[in-house]
């Protein structure tokens, strides 16, 4: 069997193949800012229904890649555009455009042939982010989960200025206190972030389909009803969109077994930690974050030049000094 994980800013996704690939256990939740806390929680729960000694592999990808190679004492790291790409290419293989959207960024990765030719990410704006998506939710009182339902509902959609939280939050708040239907400002949110998406990643690339949509803001029907007016084709979302990364993690590992299966069972029976220093040694001051097992620093990474990456038992010192 082989795991695949993908930990991001807001959840933390891991999956379970099996020896032919097919997904056998998969576990989508929130961090809860504890990635490794939620990283752990979720490994216990696999362990209740799977032998952990038997996982021969383990992929490592989003934001939290570096985090979950130090807790398991092993795996393989990759990045999130060939995580997803590996996993929509399994869904549909004759998929030419990735269009993915996590808790705090967003990814358009264009494919030809089979190969990533191109891609592009947002990681500054919030707006076309799902956490915009939930900040917006709670503002109007709704559901998060009832946000694509209702905009699906609308109309006559008014068009909100998305290119900014700021801007579409206050025109959001204006069209609101102008009397229009709330359905109608919902469906207009979708669609300024689907126009606000397409015309930032989308930039100078010719985005042509099948059109694969992946992340967990891809369970919402009104962004891929957005998506499909943007760009007058069919958008497709496949059945385990909320964990597309960690599948194409976990495939990654499959084809490189040489790394060598990771210490499951030994991340359950370890006290693990997060840990930070901020670096005196040059005028970088590089912020260096640190994982503890059992009291003892087994990763850092964060610093520019390696020094603390390539040992990290010497981080002690920094640490002691710190605290």
Not at 190 to 199: S, Y
Not at 275 to 298: I, K, T
Request: proline share 4%; net charge neutral; hydrophobic share 40%.
């Amino acid at each position: 069997m082989f795991v695949g994980v993908d930990v991001g800013s807001l959840t933390t996704k891991v999956v379970l193949l099996s020896e032919e690939g097919e997904l056998l256990w998969s576990s989508y939740r929130r961090n809860m800012g504890r990635p490794l806390e939620a990283l752990k929680e979720t490994f216990e729960e696999l362990a209740r229904s799977f032998d952990l000694s038997a996982v021969r592999g383990l992929g490592a990808t989003g934001s939290g890649r570096h985090l979950v190679r130090a807790a398991c004492g092993g795996g393989l790291v990759r990045n999130e555009i060939t995580a997803h790409a590996v996993a929509a290419m399994r869904e549909v293989p004759e998929v030419r455009t990735i269009l993915e959207i996590g808790g705090q960024d967003s990814k358009l990765i264009v494919i030809r042939d089979g190969v990533v030719v191109d891609f592009s990410m947002n990681t500054v704006c919030a707006a076309g982010t799902g956490s915009f998506l939930d900040h917006q939710a709670q503002r109007l009182g709704i559901p998060v989960e009832e946000l694509g339902r209702l905009a699906l509902r609308s109309k006559n959609p008014v068009r909100i200025a998305g290119r900014c939280t700021v801007f579409a939050e206050s025109d959001m708040i204006h069209k609101q206190q102008a009397g229009y239907p709330v359905e109608d400002i919902v469906a207009g949110l979708m669609e300024a972030m689907a126009r606000n998406f397409i015309a930032n990643l989308g930039r100078g690339k010719k985005l042509e389909g099948p059109f694969v949509f992946q992340g967990g803001v891809a369970a919402n029907a009104g962004m891929r009803w957005a998506f499909e007016r943007m760009l007058g084709e069919r958008v497709l979302v496949p059945q385990n969109h909320k964990v597309m990364g960690a599948i194409g993690a976990a495939l990654l590992a499959m084809e490189a077994e040489e790394e060598g299966p990771p210490s499951l069972v030994g991340l359950l029976e370890s006290d693990l930690r997060p840990s930070h220093f901020e670096c005196q040694l040059c005028p970088n001051r590089c912020e260096v974050a640190v994982v503890l097992r059992d009291g003892d620093p087994v990763a850092c990474w964060g610093d520019r030049c390696g020094r603390w990456g390539d040992n990290p038992s010497s981080a002690r010192s920094p640490l002691r000094t710190s605290s």
